[in-house]
């Protein structure tokens, strides 16, 4: 099977501080990998890169049997092409300043869809909020797990081929946390969403993985 | 101290009996100052945005243009303004010189400035997760900068407000581009400068409550903007 990703020699540098330097990496379609390592360890970075809201420096990226456009390869996939694939809940996920249905349904309409009411009530149910009770709420309304599960509602409406998840579970309770879990699985199941999860929540991780990828000083152990 | 109260007396009177020469003046300026804040706020916030978000060789000499040009006087953008539309200037064949579209384009200039900063300001300011939120959900260019500018939406209506206040109460632009010509180009501020140095305190005041009152709508507006977009 031809990997979704295939990354190699990957090197990113802010300011000329090496952040990321990843040999080789290969992520099969419907996966779920899990990435855990300490602080800055380069996991965000990571999946900046995979969300393609940044290019590496160096190294080389083939998503779908395709290479993408970067850096140092001219003539592929363009990254602004490719975001509308792959989508990234980051740690502490910006709402925008409009309520909770127009937040979901933002990712809709920008790809013109017109009718986006009940695919956002869907959404809302999947992670686990009453969509009469949320719909209308203001972003100001919102607690901090409510937002994240918000903002995590948000991607799945879009049914992206690769969600990436940046500490989902952060500012959750554990039976939010679970409520996140389920609903990866289901955008497995229902969609064959490939998900790149990562977590400091070991326990949750392994529950949810089928691989782990651990990583240290911005390098992938083995 | 009599004269004072006479000339306010006076002054209602005119505005509440309905004096044409009075109310044309009023009408003149809500006219012009409308014109020039839509031209005004149509271009200056796209412009607003790309100083504030986009990083390009030169931005900073741009921003110190834009931040100096705030402090423009009035007086040396109507000189530009009436060189450039005078009837030797670039562009004398359109006949701009001594009409309310004159005035305008002279109060566009003396506008753009403070929306392009306070939006650009904005932008700057707005949270750095937006860029990656938008950019995550798929937005196009287009669709960042309108998203953008509607995260920014109070911002930006204050930025109008504030470059209303200024056009609105500016009197070398109308002086010299429309001329104070009676009936035509005669706004609140020209007429004020005309009437008071005729002896005629009493329209000069009658329009002055005018300007005070649009002056004080645009500061309730400020302070409710301000509030809303602290939030």
Redo the contacts between chains.
């Keep these: 099977m031809t990997a979704l990703y295939a990354c190699s020699n990957l090197l990113q540098h802010y300011n000329g501080r090496p952040v990321l330097s990843v040999d080789a990496l290969s992520i099969q379609p419907g996966s779920i990998t899990g990435v855990a390592g300490p602080n800055g360890s380069g996991k965000s970075t990571l999946m ?1 890169i995979l ?1 393609f ?1 940044e290019m590496p420096r160096q190294g080389r990226i083939v998503f779908d049997g395709v290479p993408v456009a970067g850096r140092e390869a001219r003539g592929g996939t363009e990254p ?1 092409v490719l ?2 694939q792959a ?2 809940l ?1 740690q ?3 709402l ?3 309520t909770v249905a127009d937040n979901v349904a ?2 809709l309409r ?2 013109g869809v017109a009718r986006t009411e009940t695919r956002v009530a869907l959404a809302l149910e999947e992670v686990g909020l009453v969509p009469a009770e949320f719909m209308s709420r203001q972003w ?1 309304e919102l607690s901090g797990g409510e937002a994240q599960r918000v903002a995590l509602a ?2 799945i409406v ?1 049914e992206p081929r690769v969600l990436l998840l940046d500490e989902p579970t952060s500012s959750l309770d554990e039976e939010s946390a679970e409520r996140i879990r389920a609903a990866a699985l289901h955008m497995r199941e229902k969609h064959g969403c490939t998900l790149v999860i990562v977590s400091h929540d070991r326990e949750w991780l392994s529950s949810v993985a089928d691989s782990m990828i651990t990583m240290r000083a911005g390098h992938m152990l083995p | 101290m009599g004269f004072i109260f006479e000339g306010f007396s006076t002054a209602l009177q005119l505005l509440l009996d309905g004096h044409p020469e009075t109310w044309s003046a009023v009408a003149a300026t809500v006219c012009v100052s409308s014109l020039s804040i839509c031209v005004t706020v149509l271009l200056g916030a796209p412009l607003g945005f790309l100083l504030g978000y986009c990083r390009f060789p030169g931005r900073r000499a741009m921003r110190l243009c834009v931040d100096t040009l705030l402090s423009f006087p009035t007086v040396v953008i109507g000189l530009m303004v009436y060189g450039f539309i005078s009837r030797s200037g670039p562009l004398g064949g359109f006949g701009l010189l001594f009409t309310l579209q004159g005035i305008a384009l002279g109060q566009v200039l003396l506008g753009m400035p403070i929306v392009i900063a306070m939006v650009a300001n904005a932008v700057e300011n707005a949270d750095d997760r937006l860029q990656m939120t938008l950019l995550t959900l798929g937005a196009s260019g287009r669709q960042q900068l309108h998203a953008t500018l509607w995260e920014v939406r109070y911002h930006l209506m204050l930025a109008s407000v504030a470059a209303y206040g200024r056009i609105v109460s500016e009197v070398g632009i109308s002086m010299m581009v429309g001329g104070n010509i009676k009936w035509h180009t005669r706004t609140i501020t020209t007429a004020i400068a005309l009437e008071t140095g005729k002896g005629e305190f009493a329209m000069g005041v009658a329009l002055g409550l005018v300007l005070l009152l649009i002056a004080f709508g645009v500061n309730i507006a400020v302070s409710g903007l301000k509030r809303r977009a602290a939030r």
Excluded: D, I, M, N
């Design positions: 900046r969300a809201l602004a975001r509308k989508t990234l980051t502490e996920p910006y925008l300043r409009r933002y990712g920008v790809r100001y948000a991607r879009l």
